[in-house]
């Protein structure tokens, strides 16, 4: 078609774009002559505001009843500047607007001023658009930061995280304080080389360099603090781990430290606690490894050996993470030399808050261990230390827990829980599930300081086979909605109970996500189970 010379194909081709383009940018326009009490509003805006045209307010009239009391002032401040002769040429304000159905959405406003001859605004008129999904996930990322950064704050630890070049991003107030400092800002940028003489800045950088290449923590180390000024030699235990962004990729290291100078010292000063201290080394050098292989995806093959009479005790475990920072783990615990005791955790939320909690519980774990031949004291000293903390933080967090100890020399399974879904057994009487009634439980980790958690046991001649596992398996669910729950688990394991362990356990995971139709589960995954021989 040949073009008219007055150009109204144009504007029609102009009109046409500007309305696709509207419609894909799901925004809609408004058109106001200031000397009118009347506005104009596209279709998509009446849409918005959940109201016709005829019950549409205009909302840019004062007393502006329509914008959320909080936004109100902030609201007429634009607008005012903007009707001001001499005022800015655009309006923009993100506003809280009531909707007819008695609601609020979020309206990012935006708008063109017209002006007369004297500067006075005659006309505005511009787009509107939803952006009330983006608000609420703005103002959770928020409290989500808040929350973590109280919790590092009042944390009684050193936290910090550094970049590639081991070069301090985040630290706490404690951390800062420790080193002489003020406050995180004096300390923020500065390497270990502007704090620490090189016996000791050195090898802490060779060891976080060494994460970053791969991927693996160090925890548990006790490092020898030199320093160039008067304030002496220190020592801390410390735990490193590689610092990942949300693709998995590692963008330096953060750690965790403690003060056990007095420890040391005391080591040196008096010959009877130096060997004390040389057998809690040795333990905690073991208890290190093993973290190590846990945190190698937490499926790890190396495991106590704990011999009985007919033979050893056999395990396994899965650990399907959803992302690289969790909040499952577990942890098997030589206790003597006929006993081992089996903890499963499941800490509340992902990411990099649960990942600190779960350094907290492993640190915790180690104080616990003298306990662990007692389930329910073992537990309660986790949850004391644990409530003690987020407490001082006021910070609201919680882990659930299951620990069971399998004592050969007496014949009998202990085992207690804190919130956490019990343990499964399967033996000669088939297969149960424990701590099934409420008074066998305990409440989460962290909730409820001083709290008890009942100790229960179950002959070792009815076991064959104990497995643990976390609610990411009984959550799993299918295109109903329906969840996998316990029963269907036991089932799971009675089909299963003579196939050899690992083949169970593989079992187990292609048994629930063939319910739940799909290749991956919605929630960390943690299953750790034990045989006793035949």
């Known amino acids: ?25 799901n925004e809609g326009i408004w058109d106001w002559w200031t000397d009118k009490r009347e506005i104009y509003y596209s279709r998509r ?3 918005f505001l959940e109201c016709g045209d005829r019950r549409a307010p205009n909302f840019f009239l004062a007393p502006h009843e329509s914008i959320h009391e909080e936004d109100r002032e902030e609201f007429a401040a634009a607008l005012g500047s903007a009707l001001d002769p001499g005022g800015p040429e655009y309006l923009a304000i993100d506003s809280r607007v009531h909707t007819g159905s008695d609601g609020w959405i979020w309206l990012r406003i935006r708008g063109s001023v017209v002006r007369d001859r004297t500067g006075h605004a005659t006309r505005i008129a511009g787009s509107m658009i939803d952006i009330s999904r983006r608000k609420a996930a703005e103002a959770q990322i928020e409290e989500e930061r808040h929350v973590l950064s109280t919790l590092i704050e009042h944390v009684p630890l050193q936290i910090y995280f550094k970049d590639t070049e081991s070069r301090f991003v985040i630290v706490n107030q404690q951390m800062a304080e420790w080193n002489g400092m003020a406050g995180p800002e004096k300390i923020i940028g500065k390497h270990d080389r502007d704090l620490f003489a090189e016996a ?34 220190t020592w801390v235990m410390t735990s490193k781990f590689p610092w990942r962004d949300r693709k998995g990729r590692i963008k330096g290291t953060f750690g965790v430290s403690s003060d056990v100078t007095d420890l040391v010292l005391a080591q040196k000063q008096a010959a009877e606690l130096a060997a004390e201290l040389a057998l809690r080394n040795q333990t905690y050098e073991e208890e290190v490894q093993l973290a190590r292989e846990i945190q190698q995806a937490l499926a790890s093959s190396a495991f106590p050996m704990v011999r009985h009479h007919r033979g050893n005790l056999h395990f396994g475990s899965r650990y399907l993470p959803i992302s690289g920072l969790a909040g499952d783990f577990f942890e098997v615990v030589q206790v003597g030399r006929t006993g081992v005791g089996l903890l499963i955790c499941d800490v509340m939320g992902h990411g990099v808050r649960a990942a600190l909690v779960v350094a907290m519980l492993r640190g915790l774990l180690e104080k616990q261990r003298r306990d662990a031949g007692r389930p329910g004291r073992f537990l309660k000293g986790l949850n004391d230390g644990l409530s003690a903390i987020l407490q001082r933080a006021d910070a609201t967090m919680f882990a659930t827990a299951f620990y069971a100890l399998i004592d050969l020399e007496k014949g009998v399974v202990r085992y207690a829980c804190a919130g956490h879904p019990g343990a499964i057994i399967s033996g000669p009487s088939g297969v149960r599930q424990l701590s099934c009634e409420r008074d066998q439980r305990g409440p989460g980790l962290g909730i409820m300081p001083k709290a008890e958690f009942p100790e229960n046991e179950v002959p070792l001649r009815e076991v064959d086979r104990l497995l643990l596992f976390t609610d990411g398996i009984l959550e799993a669910e299918d295109h109903t909605g329906e969840a996998f729950f316990e029963k269907r688990l036991m089932d799971v394991v009675a089909e299963r109970s003579e196939e050899p362990l690992e083949e169970m356990l593989d079992g187990i995971i292609a048994s629930v996500l063939e319910f739940a139709e799909g290749e991956h589960f919605d929630d960390d995954v943690c299953l750790l189970a034990t045989e006793l021989p035949k």
């Open 1 to 25: 078609m040949t073009p008219s010379n007055d150009g109204s194909d144009m504007a029609d081709v102009d009109g046409s774009r500007l309305e696709l383009a509207l419609r894909a940018s």
């Open 45 to 47: 805006i009446l849409e």
């Open 200 to 233: 000791h800045w050195k090898e802490a950088f060779e060891d976080e360099q060494a994460i970053i290449r791969s991927g693996e923590a160090i925890t548990g180390k006790i490092e020898h603090e030199v320093r160039d000024d008067e304030r002496g030699d």
